[in-house]
């Protein structure tokens, strides 16, 4: 009796140890995600996972300033980031080792949309030039404003293209950024890295076809180095059809 009992505990202790590790091997695949997420609700992309993007349908679009060419590389996610909107919505972002990196939309508990975005350029300002980016009408650096309703932006090429406003109020000439807080998990983080974004996001429609480029500005405050930059992000919608990750 005694050694029937001793057997029986010893299977509900190596179910519980198997358990254990199945709970452990997911919180590690669903790092950095929102809470009760797992990498299968972005299409596979996880913390240290890569993933690949099929991009020959931008191939036709001429006046795209976004660069396609990345399209097929096997790329690893280094970083996760996640901000919280409030009221069950969240922008969850996977940056890739290229300085590319895609946003996922969030509302509640499922994606309903994605961006794949590429740094295009990044200005290093002083604090002093950060306050008046983010806080005066207007004020302009190296030829980007933050806020005005008009955006024009110049390729390495020469060409030039032109980004209406889509965040604040129409008809006025300049709205002020929207404030969002981004915490950033990286595989030798301890504690996450929490980041300040000061954006405005602008768009504009393809020759021919209902496609859109967009144009994220983002005015970031970097707590943990006190440094301050303008970053632009040239960035496409993308189809979760045409991303494969592992």
């Given amino acids: 009796m005694f050694d029937k009992m001793k057997a029986l505990l010893r299977g509900a202790t190596s179910d519980q140890k198997e358990q254990q590790a199945f709970d ?9 995600l929102p809470t009760h997420m797992s ?10 996972g890569r993933v690949t993007f099929d991009l020959l ?11 396609s060419s990345m399209g097929g590389q096997d790329l690893h996610i280094a970083a996760v980031g996640t901000v919280d909107l409030g009221q069950g ?6 940056y890739l080792e290229n300085d590319t990196w895609v946003q996922a939309s969030v509302e509640a508990g499922k994606v309903i949309e994605y961006k794949l975005f590429d740094f295009y350029q990044v200005q290093h300002l002083a604090d002093t030039e ?11 650096n190296g030829g980007v404003s933050l806020g005005k ?26 709205s002020p950024p929207v404030l969002l807080e981004e915490e950033v998990t990286t595989l030798e ?11 405005m ?21 970097d707590e943990e180095d006190r440094s301050y930059q303008l970053v632009t992000n040239l960035g496409i919608d993308l189809n979760p059809n045409n991303i494969t990750a592992v």
């Fill in 201 to 221: 996001l602008y768009e504009r429609q393809l020759e021919g076809e209902r496609r859109y480029e967009y144009v994220l500005l983002s005015g970031e405050a």
């Fill in 149 to 174: 309703a008009v955006l024009p932006l110049e390729s390495e090429s020469g060409q030039t293209a032109s980004y209406g406003r889509v965040w604040g109020q129409e008809g006025v000439p300049w």
């Fill in 189 to 199: 983080s301890v504690i996450n890295r929490r980041v300040i974004h000061h954006c």
């Fill in 24 to 32: 452990d091997q997911q919180a590690r695949l669903a790092r950095g």
């Fill in 57 to 67: 349908a931008l191939a036709p679009y001429s006046d795209l300033l976004f660069d």
């Fill in 130 to 140: 950060f306050d008046r980016l983010i806080n005066e009408h207007g004020v302009s």
């Fill in 89 to 94: 919505e969240s922008l969850v972002r996977f």
């Fill in 39 to 48: 990498p299968e609700d972005f299409a596979g992309m996880r913390l240290d």
